[in-house]
């Protein structure tokens, strides 16, 4: 709002002097024609066709103010687009160490962990402090901007912990080689992203030699290949940049069958599930339930319908763990039932 309020008044302010340049331009022109300027009356300084060509040109050659209007609104709007990413410069890098990451599933401890938020924002996380045991399947629940994305994007290790650390197995999360790391984690973000191509290369991103059979296979465990293979171009069925073309429905369900692809142990789901109709969601957890078995899995969700088969639930609360227990538990619990009713509001 602030860069179109400086838009709209450098505008107005640069189409008046063009207008008004205009406009004296073609008075003294008229005036000229008729012979009544007072300095040169019964004189006609311009004929008539010099005259009809210049008023012509005068709006050409003010044309350059008024681009300079739009030019300035483009700075404007550049600075601000600057100043909203300038945080980013001040976040504490994780640049990793180089032990060997883990390949199969160990146990994962949050201590004392806490993240911190940028200048205009509360620490992100405060005082984690839990366990998940190897191939144990975990939801974390709560209010939005509770700090449920957080504790899945701080073990992608992006961020340099303010106080405590992230233990994987007997290893720092710090001290491991982050790549290797990386690519042990299934990670769904609430928004995926999608190339401008077809289908197929977009699900090739995860594994670029999986096989016709290996696609096939995770479209149907993502409950994906009946609309897929409707499409009259099937996996070769070409998609706009971001998705463009699909529901948001579909587009989480194919970014499921993406991530099958890779063998992980460790899932980190953020609302992979959040736009797709009630009846489906049910579908889609039943699913969710039997290809997660032997995974360890940690589901950030704002509800727990359909949920029973987990194996514990973390009720986050501005960035701190409140309350730790089963589904039926959990959605007891007080601050749980009161998030859920502003959420359902």
């Known amino acids: ?37 007072p300095w040169a009356k019964a004189e006609i300084p311009v004929s008539y066709q010099p005259a009809l060509f210049i008023l012509l040109m005068a709006p050409e050659f003010y044309a350059p103010l ?13 600075e601000a687009a600057f100043a909203s990413l300038a945080p980013i410069w001040t976040v504490p890098l994780c640049r990793g160490g180089d032990s ?53 994007e701080s073990l992608l290790g992006f ?66 290949a009946d609309f897929v293979f409707a499409l009259p171009a099937g996996l070769d069925t070409v998609l706009a940049e971001s998705g463009i073309g699909l529901s948001g429905g579909q587009l989480q369900r194919l970014a499921l069958a993406r991530a099958l692809l890779k063998q992980s142990w460790c899932w980190l789901l953020d609302e992979p599930a959040s736009m797709l109709p009630k009846e489906q969601q049910q579908h889609y957890f039943q699913q969710l339930e039997q290809l997660s078995r032997g995974k360890t899995l940690l589901l950030a969700t704002h509800q727990l319908q359909q949920l029973d088969w987990l194996d514990q639930v ?22 749980y039932q009161a998030s859920y009713a502003q959420e359902s509001q």
Not at 106 to 128: K, N, W
Not at 183 to 192: A, I
């Open 66 to 78: 008024r681009q300079l209007g739009s030019d300035y609104h483009a700075k404007a709007q550049a």
């Open 159 to 224: 961020q340099q912990p303010a106080q405590g650390q992230i233990k994987i197995g007997d290893q720092k999360l710090t001290d491991l080689n982050l790549a290797q790391w990386r690519q042990q984690l299934l990670y769904l973000s609430q928004q995926s992203q999608w190339l401008s191509g077809s289908l197929r290369s977009n699900l090739l991103v995860a594994k670029p030699s999986a096989t016709e059979d290996e696609l096939k296979l995770v479209l149907q465990q993502a409950l994906c």
């Open 314 to 335: 973390w009720l986050i609360v501005q960035g701190q763990i409140v309350a730790k227990g089963t589904v039926t538990e959990i959605q007891a619990h007080p601050l």
């Open 100 to 152: 060997p990451a883990p390949t199969e599933a160990v146990c994962i401890e949050f201590q004392q962990f806490s993240l911190q938020g940028s200048e205009h924002r509360a620490a992100l996380l405060t005082d984690i402090q839990a366990k998940v045991l190897p191939a144990q399947r975990i939801a974390l629940t709560g209010p939005s901007g509770a700090g449920k994305t957080s504790v899945l």
């Open 1 to 37: 709002m602030s860069v179109l309020s400086k838009a709209f008044l450098s505008g107005a302010v640069l189409e008046l002097f063009a207008s008004l340049a205009i406009a004296l331009v073609a008075l003294y022109l008229g005036l000229g024609l008729l012979g009544e300027l």
